[in-house]
């Protein structure tokens, strides 16, 4: 099974598209041709051109508002280091392992990097489109000293070392460890008042960019729907998938689960062929500028088994659609993040599918954005309150062992008066996509 999200870290989507044929002409040698892809994915077209990247304005803007969470947080600063959150902020891709770069962005003043003394050319390439860029400082360290002197002084020497210093919290143990070690009399906090802050509330662009990327994914997963046909396995399915991603113009991958794998929500790596009547789960999204999308269809490829089997596929489907349903009436600012949860969850277990997690077994969402699982989170005893422009999935989902499980996953995006979905509820078992 193809890892969550591996491909994001590939290179360009003309590469992705070109593997991905390669693939599809050695283990579906019977659509060689023209072309190795399926007509209905072979007919897409790229959506790349509807894209457009966050600005350099927009990231000044971002900026502004982590400094004012700053003071009504009483930090004085804030640490980031590789990883969305610096790319939220600046737009900086770092990579470094354990040689520490960061970014200390104080409530006042201009931003100052800490850098590995060899790497100075790379963060100055990048610095150069930081909004700040012309503005913040950089200071090197040298392979056999410590950075987290380094660190320390300037805190001293910018008034911050008896300061309020928030950590990002993905920052590893060794680089806070190390810092607060080198500043003692410094107070370490966390930063996620800040970046959560901040990233939670998603501008009109960045909303757009979601609403895209859940567009792809959902033609996509049609596009392979309709390419379906007995006897494909789900690692075909997956390659499917990734070529229809490749001609829509964004990387993108997916889980795909068959009959009884479909009960573990996360699924399975065990070899799984798909047959007439099979019951079919697919998992994932694909990213549009930085921007992730998180969708689950569930489906039956052809009829529907006929008796119990059958009946009780359709009757666990319709339950977890009124869930889904149900999640979206209820969501709306100023609701609390663990009542939408109690919304779906009541309809499931009022079904006869309960108590508690027993069938329904996860959270029903989690916050999307740059990261496919990010603040806040759907979950039971929650008690953050929902606020416009808040983006998360709305997945739940009825799994039982040793037969099948259903889950249907849509993004969720939290508007002025209510909620929406992305994309459109999935109709039914055997008609999973809505028409026109």
Not at 335 to 358: F, L, S, T
Not at 409 to 428: C, K, R, V, W
Request: with cysteine; aromatic share 6%; charged share 25%.
């Amino acid at each position: 099974m193809i890892s969550r999200r591996g491909l994001m870290k590939t290179g360009a989507t003309l590469v992705i598209a070109s593997a991905s044929r390669c693939l599809l002409a050695a283990s579906l040698p019977e659509e060689r041709g023209d072309s190795p892809l399926p007509a209905s994915i072979a007919v897409l077209k790229s959506r790349k051109a509807e894209a457009a990247p966050i600005t350099k304005e927009e990231r000044q803007e971002r900026l502004e508002r982590a400094r004012k969470l700053m003071s009504e947080n009483s930090l004085d600063a804030i640490i980031l280091m590789e990883g969305t959150s610096l790319r939220y902020f600046t737009g900086i891709r770092w990579w470094g392992g354990e040689r520490m770069f960061a970014l200390v962005l104080p409530a006042k003043g201009a931003g100052l990097y800490v850098c590995p003394a060899f790497e100075e050319g790379r963060a100055r390439e990048q610095m150069a489109n930081v909004p700040e860029g012309g503005k913040g400082e950089i200071r090197t360290w040298q392979e056999d000293e410590s950075p987290y002197q380094l660190l320390a002084s300037e805190l001293k020497d910018r008034g911050l070392a008896t300061g309020r210093i928030g950590m990002e919290e993905t920052i590893r143990f060794v680089f806070c460890d190390g810092i607060a070690k080198a500043a003692p009399q410094a107070t370490f906090k966390s930063a996620t008042a800040v970046t959560a802050g901040c990233r939670m509330i998603k501008s009109g662009h960045e909303i757009a960019l979601m609403r895209l990327a859940a567009q792809v994914t959902l033609s996509a997963y049609e596009a392979v729907y309709e390419a379906l046909r007995e006897g494909m396995t789900q690692r075909q399915v997956s390659d499917l998938i990734t070529a229809a991603y490749g001609q829509l113009g964004f990387p993108g991958e997916a889980s795909v689960q068959v009959d009884e794998y479909t009960a573990l929500p996360h699924g399975s790596a065990m070899p799984q062929v798909i047959r007439e009547g099979s019951i079919i789960m697919i998992d994932d999204g694909c990213t549009v500028e930085g921007y992730q999308s998180d969708i689950t269809r569930t489906f039956v490829l052809g009829r529907i088994l006929s008796g119990m089997a059958g009946d009780k596929m359709k009757k666990v489907f319709d339950i977890v659609h009124r869930a889904q349903a149900a999640a979206l009436a209820a969501a709306r600012p100023g609701m609390e993040c663990g009542a939408v949860d109690a919304a779906a969850r009541k309809v499931i277990i009022d079904a006869g599918y309960g108590p508690d997690y027993k069938y329904f077994t996860h959270r029903l969402g989690h916050g999307l954005g740059m990261d496919g699982h990010e603040w806040p989170y759907l979950v039971r005893g929650n008690p953050t309150r929902l606020l416009p422009n808040i983006t998360t999935s709305n997945e739940p989902g009825i799994y039982i062992r040793g037969e099948f499980g259903v889950r249907l996953e849509d993004d969720m995006h939290i508007t002025e008066n209510g909620a929406e979905l992305f994309t459109p509820q999935s109709p039914a078992l055997d008609d999973p996509f809505v028409k026109g």
